[in-house]
């Protein structure tokens, strides 16, 4: 059986990125549930919640849990802001990234697959991007990805953030992943 961890991203003090009462914590914790929902009905596939409820978790206890745990693959949700004021409508930022770890080949094979997949729920792809100096993706022992499912200060994204979507997606990219 291939183990997933699930890491909700922020939670409890930490919002994230926040916009017009939209939290990033509250998104990612709802694209979470709902992805451990997808997997349940995936045979071969178990998987671990860093959080189901609305509590902080430093990023040091995540990777240990994932690390402790055994997981195959570390999937880390969140969602991107853009630094802008918002005032003007033609300067939103919009669509997905995934980061991984530039060394992790494994974590790139994923973040290639999830990519296709991610045109469920986002219309614009804003690509693989690789950094050595983000904590999840340095300190887990497994492939792991970082996956920015779009942009909370998106006004189309935070009045409907595509939860389901991006939970069916990610669900797929796991499966493919694993039987490919």
Partial sequence: MQNVMIDAG???SDPGAT???????DVTLDVATHLAHCLRGKMGFGFFLTR????FLSLQKRCELANVAGADLFISIHCNADPDDDTDPSLVAT???IWVHPKSADARRF????QRHASQYAGVSRGIKASDKLYVLKHTRMPAVIV?????????FSSAPPVEKAANAIADAIEEYFNA
């Fill in 111 to 114: 973040a290639e697959i999830l």
């Fill in 19 to 25: 916009y017009k009462g939209a939290l990033e914590k």
């Fill in 10 to 12: 922020h939670g409890g």
């Fill in 95 to 97: 669509g997905e990234e």
């Fill in 52 to 55: 189901a409820f609305d509590f």
């Fill in 148 to 156: 920015e499912i779009g942009f909370i200060d998106d006004p189309d």
